[in-house]
């Protein structure tokens, strides 16, 4: 598995592994827990080692415990969680409780990558939110530090107002929302790009291109998309519930897209 440094040094799985459904009734977001970690066991034999979850998931512990059966040490996994800032925030004890119930529920005394969810209408209160996260840091709990679905102006708002410069943006990069400037904006800072939802917005026409593509080198349209992001050094979040297709997202190291072929994936 091929890892890129972030912008202090940690080393982070270009390839993870997205988790919002797993363990989950019918595969469903909304699905109540089903008490077993099927995906989390396969995604661990296929060889993913980053896993990308959040407190909104609602299923933090469907990893924890995932993680905890298998036989290796804690420090072969890269684990990110995220706040959840879908209603905003609700003060500095409410952060630090919902900090602890991750850590509780990853069954982990430290978070490799810890973001905020999603920017909310407050600057001051996400400059509050940055600075707890900043806290986590120094303590050595948050590896590192990061953001979610920020766009430049809650970017700038950090850079210039925080003490530590956010690791990650994760933001949606998929075919037909490539969100190019703002990866750009990402890079001109140092702040690596995580794509989610990798493998959505793939329709019959983009399809046909990334099949034609793929035909080359025997790859399928999910591992050409893939290998576009990781070939510009975006990280890759995606998720399968099928053991084989999360197998073929990580099959991906061993060819290498043409100037063409990029042209034309950019123009998907
Ligand atoms: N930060 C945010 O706001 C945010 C938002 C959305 C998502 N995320 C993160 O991003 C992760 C990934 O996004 P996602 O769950 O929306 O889906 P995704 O990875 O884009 O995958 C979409 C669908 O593609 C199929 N698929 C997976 N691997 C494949 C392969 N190799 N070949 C062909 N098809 C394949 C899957 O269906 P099958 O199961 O049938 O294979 C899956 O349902 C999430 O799980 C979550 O961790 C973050």
Request: glycine share 8%; with cysteine.
């Amino acid at each position: 598995m091929k890892s890129i440094p972030l912008n202090n040094g940690i080393e982070i799985p270009i390839v993870g592994c997205g988790t919002n459904t797993y363990g989950k009734e019918g595969n469903q977001y909304s699905g109540a827990l089903r008490g077993d970690t099927q995906e989390i066991d396969w995604a661990i034999e296929n060889g993913y080692r980053h896993f990308d979850s959040a407190q909104l998931y609602l299923n933090e512990e469907v990893v924890g415990n995932g993680l905890k059966k298998s036989t290796l040490p804690r420090e072969d996994f890269f684990i990110t969680t995220k706040l959840n800032t879908f209603e905003g925030f609700k003060g500095a004890d409410w952060a630090h409780a919902e900090i602890e119930k991750s850590l509780e529920k990853l069954q982990t005394d430290y978070i490799d990558l810890f973001l905020i969810h999603k920017p909310w209408d407050h600057h001051a209160e996400i400059l509050e939110a940055w600075s707890i996260l900043e806290d986590y840091y120094n303590r050595g709990v948050f590896k590192s530090i990061g953001v979610s679905n920020f766009e430049k102006e809650h970017l700038d708002l950090i850079l210039e107002k925080g003490h530590i410069k956010p690791a990650v943006n994760q933001i949606k990069s998929q075919v037909g929302n490539w969100n190019e400037e703002l990866i750009a904006f990402n890079k001109h800072h140092d702040i690596a790009t995580v794509a989610w939802s990798p493998l959505r917005g793939i329709d019959e026409n983009a399809n046909q291109v990334l099949e034609e593509i793929g035909n080359q080198y025997g790859k399928t349209s999910a591992q050409v998309v893939l290998r576009y992001q990781i070939e510009r050094d975006v990280i890759v979040i995606p998720k399968s519930h099928n053991k084989d297709r999360q197998a073929q997202s990580l099959d991906i190291f061993d060819f290498e897209l043409s100037a063409i072929d990029h042209e034309r994936i950019a123009a998907l």
